[in-house]
C-alpha cells in the first residue's frame, strides 16, 4: 500500500503539468505560429532553430509522458521531491516556450531571454517543496530484522584461510544503459535546445548503468568488497570493524529499494542486479548493505566466519605496554 501510494504521489505532479501543458496549447492554438521557436542563443534569447507546432506538442507529450513513467518506476519515499521538482522544471520551461511564441506573426519573432530560465527554476523548487510535504503522507519502510546469532557459518581449522567470490551480471541493465547512452548522444547532437540538455542526463544515466551492470563480489580478510567490472578502480568495502550482523535472504528490488541498480533508502543502500538471493550486512551505523548476487548463503557465512575470526584475534591480541 505505501508503495502504491508513493507511485500515485509521484505521478500526480507530471499529470498536472501535462494537463496545463495541454490545456494553454488548447487556449493559444490560434495565436502561436507553426513552426514554433524552440531553440534560443544568446542573453536576449534570439530564436535560431525551429520545430512544427504539431512535432512540438508531440515532443513536449512524450517527454512529460516519459519522465513521468521513470519517476513512478523508480521513486522512493526520500526522492519524492525530486518527481515533483523534475515536473515542475519541465513543465514550466514548455509553457514558457509556448509564451515566447504566442502572439509572433513569425516564430523569428519570439524571444526567450536567458532570464526566464530562471523562472522555471523557482517554479521547479516550489513543487519539490510540495514534493517534501507529501513525503510525510508515506510511511517509512520498516528495516529487516537481522539475527546475528541466527546466521550460519563455515567452519574453518585454527589455520585455514578462505575466500569467496562471486561475478553477476544484469541484462537488463546493461540494455537500458546502452539505450540512454545512444538516446543521450543522440539528443547532444540532433535535439533542439533545451532538449539537449536531456542528453546530459542520458548519458550520466547510462554510463553509470554501464558501470553498475556487471559486478564481482569478494569476501575476503579485508572484509566484503563490491567490484564494479567495467570500472575497476570503482568498488565499495565494508571491512570487518563496520560489520554487526550478516545475512543472506531474498530480495525483491520493486518492494524493497524501488527498482535496480545502486539504491538508496532510508534502511540503507544496495547494489541490486536482480531478484533473488543477496548478502545483506548490518553495518555498525544500524543502516543495512546489501548485494544481490549468486550463492548469497555461502558468501554471508563465510563473511560471519572470518568477521568472528578477525574479532577474536583482535581481543586475544596482547595490548600495548607502557
Known sequence: MNRLRLRAFAAIPFVLALAVHLLLLATWYDR???PLATHFSGVDGRPDGYTGLAASVAVSTALLLAAGVCWVLWVRRAALWGAWATAGFTGSLLDLFLKSNLDAAEASEARFPLAMISLGFVIG??????????????????????????????????HEVAGWSRTTSSLFLTVLALVFTVAGIGLLLLAPWPFALLGLLGLVVGVSGLVLARVRVTVDRHGLTVTYTVFPAFR?????????????????????YGGWGYRVRVHGTAVVLHAGEAIVVRRASGRDFAVTVPDAATGAALLNTLRERTASDAADAPGERI
Open 32 to 34: 502561436l505560429p507553426d
Open 125 to 158: 523548487g516550489l513543487a519539490a517543496l510540495v514534493g517534501l510535504g507529501l513525503t510525510r503522507l508515506v510511511p517509512k519502510d520498516p528495516v529487516p530484522e537481522t539475527d546475528p546469532d541466527a546466521a550460519a557459518r563455515i567452519e574453518l581449522g585454527a
Open 236 to 256: 565499495t568495502r565494508v571491512p570487518f570493524d563496520d560489520i554487526a550482523a550478516v545475512t543472506a535472504r531474498d530480495i525483491n528490488p520493486l518492494r524493497e
